[in-house]
């Protein structure tokens, strides 16, 4: 039997695959994305009777007199509506309304991720474009602003016009002024690094829809000038006299001579080109006959007018946008509404006016200048990202964004006039927009990021689990590294078939089988050298390869595989103890240690030791919580480090109160520079009030709590399931730590989401520990060779 093999599938079935998935996503438990959670308490008849009758009539007489307090005594300021009529879908055209609702839920995602802004989505079915006007004016009452999304044009700039004459809150429609904004911000960067003036340069636009006019028209705003402009549509160049040529374009056409233009000769000697239409429209060799030092925005999604290696090949002197994420310089509109909106809301804007957009631009502008996070160098695997022709524009996963922008944006609206109320401390209302959201999604999306730049050889030890094969898929479909299943390969592959599951690109490798024998023979050689004076003789090396947990950790020492993924249908000692005997410890770790990294509202928490030593002794609690510390620096992060205890500082002489007492000493002495503290109460670590009452003297007053080291196995285990499944906490883990190579061990009940983070967490810890391997240098590899044959 040849037990490592590819099964090949079509590009159809894969397709079939991903769009089962999305369905699923969107289907499963509460069908769509978003939900009303209450923001008071609405538990007993006294909250009842305040939230609604009779005590909601108290806030409707103050509204009432005094409209304004709508603001004080509702949601309205916090509120966007996300309209559409579905008439221009991206990528899907004009789909209705009813279609158009998964994207519009979508955006309202985004707005409360990126700015903590919440969102009703509202679709409405209605194309005459004054009637869509007064449906929209009379919701005006409800929101704070409102967003347009995927209306088509030219009814769009119409739509647009009038709700702002009509209308007392900020509208934008975002297709047209995101990308505006964003490109606007990547164009002065860009200008200055190849020292050109924007009065000066010569732009070739092509692509005449609403992004690409409300682009040129705010480049206008920043200086350019009109003639310098060639804009070209599916009908070629926009000329005077050309027949369906609207007022706003009219401004930005050519002479009539100039009729006859093809984009390849307007191309010749421009400084700037800016694509807003379809892929693949632009050739090398228009490239090569730019001006000196050009710019190329390829924008066109999912393909852009040209590739990015494509241009980049022609000329060296070339900075490069695209709209896509792989390549460097994208021009995203994530980097503009949430931000945007957030600061038209926090005065009570009654417009979003032209001074606050160009505030936004520059804001965006010279944050790009300014040195990057490490959480972001982290993201992108680089040690530092600084400003030039790969870096003109802030990445959207940028922590300063919503700290930036949106004052920018607060300022310009107070300055202009267009603001109902003013901010007088702005230190204070940064503060509070970095409060607005905790670290979490934003973690989250950075370690996946990071993951995606280096993928590692992840085995698979429990492969014959429909859980395992699912996220072995997600894994090879996210890029995030490239599966290797361990397992009976018939099994295996019934599983797959009965789940609509594609394995193919994925080695299976049964140790059991006939075929692995001379592999068993030098994985137990190795296995018999190391174990031989530890009560291990020859025959037990070998027999002991046949199991999976053995084999695959034979398989990660000897370098074949990056990392290992086990225990779901293992107890957690079967997996951790070969592991420790195969693989080691890190030098100078004695004992491995648990760590669970949960998601909150106060940003990440790190909790250990939560799977492995039961009753640690104080020197243990303190290595364990040396190496915790080590982990949270590894993601960026620097750790604050709260050791528990029913104990606050010496109020209990109990044993296990000295015991974590005495094990913050030697922390303190191992690494005085690590902020921890403790013992203290759980409760009293995230208390800044009481604590700076009672224990002023206590480094936990330096910053936000995010590591809490428990004194035994019992606490932090109890501690974890609770804050997971009745506090709602997302979750991490468990990440082992202390092992010389990523080896991760499920627990009981692991979905595959969960799975999946976990696979993403050995992947960021193996690059660390590895060298990275190209996707060809991969499938060199004995076992993709040995499947190539098959």
Same mark, same amino acid.
């Given at each position: 039997?040849?037990?490592?093999?590819?099964?090949p599938?079509t590009?159809h079935?894969?397709?079939e695959?991903?769009?089962?998935?999305?369905l699923?996503?969107?289907?499963?438990?509460?069908?769509?994305?978003?939900?009303?959670?209450?923001?008071?308490?609405?538990?007993?008849?006294?909250?009842l009777?305040?939230?609604?009758?009779?005590?909601v009539?108290?806030?409707?007489?103050e509204?009432?007199?005094?409209?304004?307090?709508?603001?004080?005594?509702t949601s309205?300021?916090?509120?966007v509506?996300?309209?559409?009529?579905?008439?221009?879908?991206?990528?899907?055209?004009?789909?209705?309304?009813? /279609?158009s609702?998964?994207?519009? @839920?979508?955006? !309202?995602?985004?707005?409360?991720i $990126?700015?903590?802004? +919440?969102?009703?989505? %509202?679709?409405?079915d209605e194309?005459?474009?004054?009637?869509?006007?007064?449906?929209?004016?009379?919701?005006?009452?409800?929101?704070?602003?409102?967003?347009?999304?995927?209306?088509?044009?030219?009814?769009?700039?119409?739509?647009?016009?009038?709700?702002?004459?009509k209308?007392?809150?900020?509208?934008?429609?975002d297709?047209?002024?995101?990308t505006?904004?964003?490109?606007?911000?990547a164009?002065?960067?860009?200008?200055?690094?190849?020292?050109?003036?924007?009065?000066?340069?010569?732009f070739?636009?092509?692509?005449?829809?609403?992004a690409?006019? /409300?682009?040129?028209?705010?480049? @206008?705003?920043? !200086?350019?000038r009109?003639?310098? $402009?060639?804009?070209? +549509?599916?009908d070629? %160049?926009?000329f005077?006299?050309?027949?369906?040529?609207?007022?706003?374009?009219?401004?930005?056409?050519?002479?009539?001579?100039?009729?006859?233009?093809t984009?390849?000769?307007?191309?010749?000697?421009?400084?700037?080109?800016?694509?807003l239409?379809?892929g693949?429209?632009?050739?090398p060799?228009?490239?090569?006959?730019?001006?000196?030092?050009?710019?190329v925005?390829?924008?066109?999604?999912?393909d852009p007018?040209?590739?990015?290696?494509?241009?980049t090949a022609v000329?060296?002197?070339?900075?490069?946008?695209?709209g896509?994420?792989?390549?460097?310089?994208?021009?995203?509109?994530?980097?503009?509404?949430?931000?945007?909106f957030r600061g038209?809301?926090?005065?009570?804007?009654?417009? %979003?006016?032209?001074?606050?957009?160009?505030?936004?631009v520059?804001?965006?502008?010279?944050?790009?200048?300014?040195?990057v996070?490490?959480?972001?160098n982290?993201?992108?695997?680089?040690?530092?990202?600084?400003?030039?022709?790969t870096?003109?524009?802030p990445?959207?996963?940028?922590?300063?964004?919503l700290?930036?922008?949106?004052?920018?944006?607060a300022?310009?609206?107070?300055?202009s006039?267009?603001?109902?109320?003013?901010?007088?401390d702005?230190?204070?209302?940064t503060?509070e927009l970095n409060?607005?959201?905790?670290?979490?999604?934003?973690?989250s999306?950075?370690?996946?990021?990071?993951?995606?730049?280096?993928?590692?050889?992840i085995?698979?030890?429990?492969?014959?689990n429909?859980?395992?094969?699912k996220?072995a898929?997600?894994?090879?479909?996210?890029?995030?590294?490239y599966?290797?299943?361990?397992g009976d390969e018939a099994?295996?592959?019934?599983?797959a078939?009965?789940?609509?599951?594609?394995l193919?690109?994925m080695?299976?490798?049964?140790p059991?089988?006939?075929d692995?024998?001379?592999?068993?023979?030098?994985?137990?050689?190795?296995?018999?050298e190391?174990r031989?004076?530890?009560g291990v003789?020859?025959?037990?090396?070998?027999?002991?390869?046949?199991?999976?947990?053995?084999?695959?950790c034979?398989?990660?020492?000897?370098?074949?595989v990056?990392?290992?993924?086990?225990?779901?249908?293992?107890n957690?000692?079967?997996?951790?103890?070969?592991?420790?005997?195969?693989?080691?410890?890190?030098?100078g770790?004695?004992?491995?240690?648990?760590m669970?990294?949960?998601?909150?509202r106060?940003g990440?928490?790190?909790l250990?030791?939560?799977?492995?030593?039961?009753?640690?002794?104080?020197?243990e609690?303190a290595?364990?919580?040396?190496?915790?510390?080590?982990?949270?620096r590894?993601?960026?992060i620097?750790?604050?480090?709260?050791?528990?205890s029913?104990?606050?500082?010496?109020s209990s002489?109990?044993?296990e109160a000295?015991?974590?007492?005495?094990?913050?000493?030697?922390?303190?002495?191992k690494?005085?520079?690590?902020?921890?503290?403790?013992?203290?109460q759980?409760?009293?670590?995230?208390n800044?009030?009481?604590?700076?009452d009672?224990?002023?003297?206590?480094?936990?007053l330096?910053?936000?709590?995010?590591?809490l080291?428990?004194?035994?196995?019992?606490?932090g285990?109890?501690?974890?399931?609770l804050?997971?499944?009745?506090?709602?906490?997302?979750?991490?883990?468990p990440?082992?730590?202390?092992?010389?190579?990523p080896?991760?061990?499920?627990?009981?009940?692991?979905?595959v989401?969960?799975?999946?983070?976990?696979c993403?967490?050995?992947?960021?810890?193996?690059?660390?520990?590895t060298?990275?391997?190209?996707?060809?240098?991969v499938?060199?590899?004995?076992w993709w060779?040995?499947?190539?044959?098959?």
């Amino acid at each position: 039997m040849q037990t490592v093999s590819f099964r090949p599938t079509t590009k159809h079935m894969a397709k079939e695959l991903r769009k089962q998935e999305a369905l699923e996503y969107h289907a499963k438990g509460r069908p769509g994305k978003i939900e009303v959670v209450p923001t008071k308490e609405a538990k007993t008849q006294r909250d009842l009777s305040l939230a609604y009758s009779p005590g909601v009539a108290e806030p409707c007489k103050e509204i009432a007199a005094n409209p304004d307090d709508i603001y004080k005594y509702t949601s309205k300021g916090n509120l966007v509506a996300v309209i559409s009529n579905g008439t221009a879908v991206l990528g899907l055209g004009n789909i209705g309304p009813h /279609a158009s609702k998964p994207v519009m @839920e979508g955006k !309202g995602v985004l707005f409360k991720i $990126f700015a903590d802004i +919440d969102v009703f989505d %509202i679709e409405i079915d209605e194309t005459d474009p004054d009637k869509f006007v007064e449906i929209v004016k009379s919701l005006e009452p409800t929101f704070g602003g409102i967003n347009l999304e995927d209306i088509k044009a030219p009814e769009c700039f119409y739509i647009e016009r009038k709700l702002k004459e009509k209308c007392n809150i900020p509208v934008m429609h975002d297709d047209q002024h995101g990308t505006a904004i964003i490109s606007s911000a990547a164009l002065l960067n860009a200008l200055e690094l190849q020292r050109k003036k924007i009065d000066k340069v010569r732009f070739v636009v092509n692509g005449a829809g609403a992004a690409a006019m /409300a682009c040129i028209k705010l480049y @206008e705003r920043l !200086g350019a000038r009109p003639s310098n $402009f060639m804009v070209f +549509d599916k009908d070629g %160049i926009l000329f005077q006299g050309r027949p369906d040529i609207d007022e706003l374009k009219h401004r930005f056409c050519v002479d009539a001579k100039l009729k006859d233009y093809t984009l390849a000769k307007a191309m010749k000697d421009a400084d700037v080109f800016i694509g807003l239409s379809v892929g693949n429209v632009v050739t090398p060799d228009m490239i090569k006959t730019m001006a000196r030092n050009p710019i190329v925005f390829a924008l066109a999604n999912p393909d852009p007018e040209i590739t990015y290696p494509e241009a980049t090949a022609v000329r060296k002197d070339l900075i490069m946008a695209t709209g896509r994420s792989d390549y460097p310089n994208q021009v995203n509109n994530v980097l503009g509404f949430p931000y945007i909106f957030r600061g038209a809301l926090d005065v009570r804007a009654k417009h %979003i006016n032209e001074e606050m957009k160009l505030a936004a631009v520059h804001a965006l502008a010279e944050l790009a200048k300014s040195p990057v996070p490490d959480i972001v160098n982290l993201a992108y695997n680089e040690k530092t990202i600084t400003f030039g022709p790969t870096y003109i524009i802030p990445k959207p996963i940028d922590p300063r964004l919503l700290a930036t922008v949106a004052p920018a944006v607060a300022k310009a609206a107070i300055e202009s006039q267009v603001a109902r109320t003013s901010i007088k401390d702005w230190d204070a209302y940064t503060i509070e927009l970095n409060r607005r959201l905790g670290l979490d999604n934003q973690l989250s999306r950075v370690i996946g990021n990071k993951a995606r730049k280096d993928p590692k050889r992840i085995l698979f030890a429990d492969a014959e689990n429909v859980k395992i094969l699912k996220t072995a898929q997600l894994v090879y479909d996210e890029k995030v590294g490239y599966p290797i299943l361990l397992g009976d390969e018939a099994k295996i592959r019934k599983i797959a078939d009965m789940n609509g599951i594609d394995l193919d690109d994925m080695p299976i490798i049964n140790p059991k089988a006939d075929d692995m024998e001379e592999v068993r023979r030098q994985f137990g050689d190795r296995y018999f050298e190391k174990r031989q004076r530890r009560g291990v003789n020859k025959y037990e090396a070998y027999k002991v390869m046949k199991d999976r947990i053995h084999f695959g950790c034979m398989m990660l020492e000897t370098g074949e595989v990056d990392c290992m993924i086990s225990g779901l249908s293992r107890n957690y000692p079967e997996t951790i103890k070969p592991a420790i005997e195969i693989i080691g410890t890190e030098p100078g770790v004695k004992k491995i240690a648990g760590m669970y990294l949960l998601f909150t509202r106060r940003g990440p928490l790190f909790l250990a030791d939560t799977t492995v030593n039961f009753n640690p002794t104080s020197e243990e609690l303190a290595d364990i919580t040396l190496m915790v510390a080590k982990e949270v620096r590894h993601f960026n992060i620097t750790p604050r480090v709260a050791m528990l205890s029913y104990s606050n500082f010496g109020s209990s002489d109990s044993p296990e109160a000295k015991l974590v007492r005495q094990a913050r000493e030697i922390v303190k002495q191992k690494d005085n520079s690590l902020i921890c503290d403790g013992e203290i109460q759980g409760i009293l670590a995230f208390n800044k009030e009481i604590l700076k009452d009672n224990y002023p003297f206590t480094e936990l007053l330096n910053g936000e709590v995010n590591t809490l080291i428990f004194p035994n196995l019992a606490a932090g285990n109890i501690a974890y399931n609770l804050l997971q499944e009745v506090g709602g906490a997302d979750s991490i883990g468990p990440i082992l730590l202390g092992l010389n190579k990523p080896v991760h061990v499920l627990q009981l009940g692991s979905s595959v989401r969960s799975i999946f983070n976990m696979c993403v967490i050995a992947v960021v810890d193996a690059q660390s520990k590895t060298k990275s391997n190209t996707p060809e240098e991969v499938k060199k590899s004995r076992w993709w060779k040995r499947n190539t044959k098959s």
